[in-house]
């Protein structure tokens, strides 16, 4: 491994997205705080990379196994006398959470050891690396050394390390430990995916150090450091729920004038990982959406929202949520804006239908001059325990179906919704007769089928 600057980066070696971030590559931000390279340096210079294969089930047989337990960076041929967690940005290891993930993804099925210096060139060569996993039968690892800078020597070792055929006993995430020497010297860099059931090393909660590490970087936000407001953008949203006071002045990056593209993505990555596990922040995320915010900023706030249920680990919970980002959006449905009428169709398919204030909220849909929103209310609320509710629906879809400009796709979804419903009101009836009469022989067929069944 080549380190030219001595920062090293362990990473899945497709999570290396390239500069400015394109809107496309906010939900892959949500995972990729591992690009970020380890506090710890080293001299720069040329190390090996040892992996250790673990062999599982009898050789020969169909169970039989190659998976890499472990892959070692090695600075000095010295064994260490103590370990210390790997720790990324400005982070210490004192300020990461017991028990928590620090590493990459737990199902992670490649890795790569890099230089801080070439995620860059090797964000550009990405797909490169997928074929250095050749497949296998029965699957095993492989490896391979990629130069990404001829002039530097700067590469990138990428390995996967194959799959266990059992969960692993730690699923919750790989993770990169320091061995160091007596004096605190690092002599090699030890990534762990945790196949193997061994003593690890233990540190001690310190909730006060990370609040204090909360508020340097809400501080750096704002810094004219370029490289200093990247990192704490990075590293913030890390702290989940404990970083809610940092949603504020992240809300505030995301809707100033002139904010860098890149910039405004990650900081949106971050607000959906704080707000995961801190909702109560999510009535300051739906303020932000409310006018003047219009354009870009209003488009990233969008993607935020829509990012939260990736974060969350709880999922009734994030009913109350959408219900209030969708009532904070309801006013601005007569703007032109295509990204907040998509946004609303996919918060319409995610509501629950159980909760009264979902089904006040697609109530209200149902009066939209947006016909494909209003079908899509519509079909939802077949599940409304108020019949006032479904035959306010079967009327909007009856509507639907008696409009000949509308286009035909809308009018077989609201046949198809209708078909959910039972007892059908006159007026729905009625829409059914005409459109089984109609020359579009696919709403037709559907009409005729559905009224086949209710005789």
């Known amino acids: 491994m080549v380190l030219t600057s001595g920062r090293v980066v362990a990473c899945h070696p497709l999570c290396l997205p390239p500069r400015p971030v394109p809107q496309a590559h906010l939900l892959v931000l949500l995972s990729l705080s591992h690009r970020e390279p380890f506090t710890r340096t080293v001299a720069p210079g040329r190390y090996p990379v040892l992996l250790s294969v673990l062999h599982t089930g009898r050789a020969g047989t169909a169970e039989a196994r190659e998976l890499v337990a472990m892959a070692m960076v090695q600075f ?10 790997a720790s990324r940005g ?20 490649m890795l790569a050891f890099l ?15 997928l074929e250095t996993a050749a497949p296998a039968s029965p699957p095993s690892w492989s490896s391979a050394a990629l130069t990404v800078d001829a002039s530097s ?26 061995g160091l020497a007596e004096d605190g010297r690092p002599v090699c860099l030890v990534t762990d995916f945790q196949h193997l059931d061994l003593a690890r090393p233990e540190f001690t909660d310190n909730p006060g150090a990370r609040r204090a590490r909360v508020r340097e970087l809400v501080e750096q936000l704002g810094s004219t450091d370029a490289q200093a407001r990247g990192r704490a ?17 992240l809300l505030a990056f995301i809707l100033a004038p002139g904010t860098d593209p890149a910039e405004r993505e990650y900081a949106a990555a971050a607000v959906a990982r704080i707000c995961a596990e801190a909702p109560e922040q999510v009535e300051r995320l739906a303020q932000a ?7 870009e900023p209003l488009a990233v706030l969008l993607r935020a929202a829509a990012s939260i249920g990736l974060c969350h680990k709880r999922t009734g919970a994030l009913q109350p949520l959408a219900e209030r980002i969708l009532a ?3 006013p601005r449905l007569a703007e032109e804006d295509p990204s907040i009428h998509s946004f609303i169709m996919g918060l319409i398919w995610d509501l629950g239908e159980e909760r009264a204030e979902a089904q006040a909220l697609l109530v209200r849909l149902l009066d939209t001059a947006r016909p494909e929103l209003r079908v899509a209310a519509a079909a939802k609320l077949n599940h409304s ?18 409009d000949r400009d509308l286009d035909p796709e809308l009018h077989v979804a609201a046949v198809s919704s209708l078909s959910a419903f039972a007892p059908l009101t006159a007026s729905a009836l009625m829409a059914l007769w005409h459109a089984a009469s109609s020359p579009q022989p696919l709403l037709a067929w559907y009409a005729r089928d559905l009224l086949r069944q209710r005789s």
């Open 153 to 178: 020597g700067a590469n990138v070792i990428v390995f996967s390390p194959g799959r266990c055929p059992h969960a692993p006993l730690y699923p919750s995430a790989q993770s990169s430990w320091w």
């Open 233 to 249: 953008l990075r590293e913030v949203g890390g702290y989940d729920g404990e970083a809610r006071e940092a949603v504020e002045p």
């Open 385 to 402: 325990p108020l019949s006032a509710h479904q035959e306010a629906a079967m009327e909007t879809l009856a509507g639907i179906l008696h």
């Open 90 to 109: 400005e982070q210490g290891a004192q300020v990461l959470r017991p028990g928590h993930p620090h590493g990459p993804a737990a199902a992670l099925d």
């Open 76 to 85: 000095e041929d010295t064994r260490p006398t103590r370990w210390e967690l």
């Open 328 to 330: 904070a959006l309801l």
């Open 289 to 295: 959406m409310c006018p003047p915010t219009r354009g």
């Open 115 to 129: 230089d801080a210096d070439a995620v860059e060139q090797a964000s550009q060569t990405s797909p490169a690396f």
